[in-house]
């Protein structure tokens, strides 16, 4: 029997990387806690990382 995989929102993902980020929790705690593996978390703080600008920049002004 396999496991059934947990698909994250995208919201999920950013209050999981906050937890690391600002509350300074542990990447083996928190992938301990939520089943999920270290290369997953890195690879959505690559992400955050390599999008984060341009997210900003889309909900950004136009006027400017």
Same mark, same amino acid.
């Given at each position: 029997?396999?496991?059934?995989?947990?698909?994250?929102?995208? /919201?999920?993902?950013?209050?999981?990387? @906050? @937890?690391?980020l #600002?509350?300074?929790? +542990?990447?083996?705690?928190?992938?301990?806690? #939520?089943?999920?593996? +270290?290369?997953?978390?890195?690879?959505?703080?690559? /992400?955050?990382?390599?999008?984060?600008a341009?997210?900003?920049?889309?909900?950004?002004?136009?006027?400017?």
């Amino acid at each position: 029997m396999t496991k059934q995989r947990k698909h994250y929102t995208a /919201e999920e993902k950013v209050a999981i990387l @906050r @937890r690391h980020l #600002l509350e300074q929790e +542990p990447i083996s705690q928190l992938c301990d806690e #939520l089943g999920l593996r +270290p290369t997953v978390f890195y690879r959505w703080q690559k /992400e955050l990382s390599e999008n984060g600008a341009a997210t900003l920049q889309a909900t950004g002004r136009s006027d400017h």
